[in-house]
């Protein structure tokens, strides 16, 4: 009988830390699932305009002429089809400096994995338009194109049928589809960055 009790009361400890009191316990809230392509499934993310895919915007830039945001912008344009991962025949083709318009051609390298191993890139085409204004600058980017394993077997996506919400997005809006996700990432990441880049210049940022 002693061995019995005995065993009861070594077992308490056990017992009683297997119990919990909840309202010791300091609650937290449960962390939201984000998903990592909210961004790129976004209401918007890939307009159309006209049946073209075209993204545009307007940067403001407060206490600049017209001249002075178009010396800006085309030096930076101008820079821009001079970089490293430009091919060929990228170029400044429209410097109006009377109407304070500029528009640009470019052919560049977008890529999407680069290893010891494996380079997965293609090339990406398409043009920018600025209108410069007093304070502001209408910018656009639009005729957007890929030629893709240039290096082995070239095929060519025009954007309008690759990466809109029709054709790399499926129904429920939730996924992209595998094949054409990376030209929609990159290319929206493309166009952050163009357009990030001209209103930090224009705002002196």
């Known amino acids: 009988?002693?061995?019995?009790?005995?065993?009861?009361l070594m077992a308490m400890p056990v017992i009683a830390s297997a119990q919990d009191n909840t309202w010791e316990r300091i609650e937290q809230e449960p962390v939201p699932t984000v998903n990592p392509d909210a961004k790129y499934l976004a209401d918007g993310a890939v307009p159309e305009v006209?049946?073209?895919v075209c993204w545009q915007t307007t940067i403001k830039a407060p206490g600049k002429s017209a001249q002075q945001i178009y010396d800006i912008l085309?030096?930076?344009?101008?820079?821009?089809?001079?970089?490293?991962?430009?091919?060929?025949?990228?170029?400044?083709?429209?410097?109006?400096?009377?109407?304070?318009?500029l528009g640009a051609v470019f052919h560049e390298w977008l890529v999407f994995k680069n290893t010891t191993?494996?380079?997965?890139?293609?090339?990406?085409?398409?043009?920018?338009i600025v209108?410069?204004?007093n304070e502001q600058a209408e910018v656009k980017i639009t005729h957007i194109s890929y030629n893709y394993d240039i290096e082995r077997k070239p095929v060519r996506y025009a954007a309008e049928e690759w990466i809109t919400d029709k054709y790399a997005v499926n129904k429920k809006h939730t996924k992209l589809?595998?094949?054409?996700?990376?030209?929609?990432?990159?290319?929206?990441?493309?166009?952050?960055?163009?357009f990030n880049k001209f209103n930090s210049l224009l705002n002196n940022k």
């Open 74 to 101: 085309l030096k930076q344009m101008e820079k821009m089809v001079n970089e490293p991962n430009q091919i060929a025949n990228s170029a400044v083709a429209i410097k109006d400096a009377d109407k304070h318009e």
């Open 1 to 8: 009988m002693k061995k019995f009790l005995i065993a009861i």
């Open 177 to 194: 589809y595998p094949l054409s996700a990376k030209f929609r990432r990159k290319t929206i990441d493309r166009k952050d960055f163009i």
């Open 117 to 128: 191993l494996s380079l997965d890139r293609t090339q990406l085409n398409f043009q920018l």
């Open 131 to 133: 209108k410069c204004d």
């Open 50 to 52: 006209n049946g073209k």
